[in-house]
């Protein structure tokens, strides 16, 4: 038996990957996209992804692909789409205005009770859902791409935000097999960016000061701390590392000080040091017309490892 109607707005790359999600559960999706042919070029696109996590046995849920594939509607018209769900996830390019035009519309069409959820990657949910009537329905729900490999997404509140908003979308996202990690309140590139800037803008000085190449601080990354932090995070790190957190503290805390005081203020990434850096990766991953090549290598390891994670995790 199917489940209740989820409406996604926006059939590219995440409204594709947050259909899928959506399906694996046994929601009925009704997909819409101000393009017509998007929402056509993704039906055969899920379909297509749907017979490749069969094969690698990452098909999440207990539906076959047909059976999952036969929960998806597409529809021309924004109110079908949105009409009876309970929940509706947009997924429209970040632009501030374009996202404030679809909920406004949204929200003169829907019941007071659905979820108004949104997947920007930057975009205050205050600054989205401030004009509208029903804001305090409004959240975020950031994923991390690709969703279906790297599971962890983002829930962000509006200052506000009701909490069974809150709880119901945490609900939904592990029903469909997603990690979420809610923020107390919302901040400026929420938590995975700020964390992902913090470390690429670390690294870029790294490299402008002529410490290190750009191919080298990539390998601290992939054959250092990557390797670890595939499976934890600094905190477990640090822990382990030490007889616990307060001993990590007592052993580590001046040093770590010392070398945080020293790193540089913010700046932008351009000029010399950026083309360097883009030579570096030309040499490393290939110039930019073989990069869609590239990707295939890189989804290959990511599944590869999505793989060993989901099965050691059985074990
Ligand atoms: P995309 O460009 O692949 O897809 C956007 C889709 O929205 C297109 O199919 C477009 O035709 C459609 N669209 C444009 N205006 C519309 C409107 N007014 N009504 C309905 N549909 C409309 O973009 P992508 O990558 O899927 O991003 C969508 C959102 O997800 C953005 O907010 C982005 O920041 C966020 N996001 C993207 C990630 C990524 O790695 N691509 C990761 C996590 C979040």
Known sequence: MSKEKIGVIGSGLIGRSYTMLFISAGYNVTLYDILAEQTHAAKKDIWEQLKVLEKQGLLRGSLTPEKQFELITTTESLEECVHGAFFVQECVPERLEIKRNVWTKVDKIIDKSVIMSSSTSALLPSAISEGLEN?????????????????ATEVVPASWTDADVKERTIALLKEVGQVPVVLNKEIKGFVLNRIQYSIMGECYRLIRDGIVSPQDVDTIMSQGLGMRYAFMGPWETGYLNANGMIHYGEAYSDMILGIQQDFGPPERMEGPTLEYINESMRKLAG????????????????????????DMDKA
Do not use: G, M
């Not at 329905?137 to 599971?151: D, E, K, L, W």
């Open 135 to 151: 804001k305090n329905r409004f959240i975020v729900s950031h994923p991390t791409n690709p969703p279906f490999y790297a599971p």
């Open 287 to 310: 110039p930019e017309e073989s990069i869609p090549k590239r990707r295939q290598w890189r989804d290959r390891r990511l599944t590869a490892l999505a793989k060993l994670k989901k």
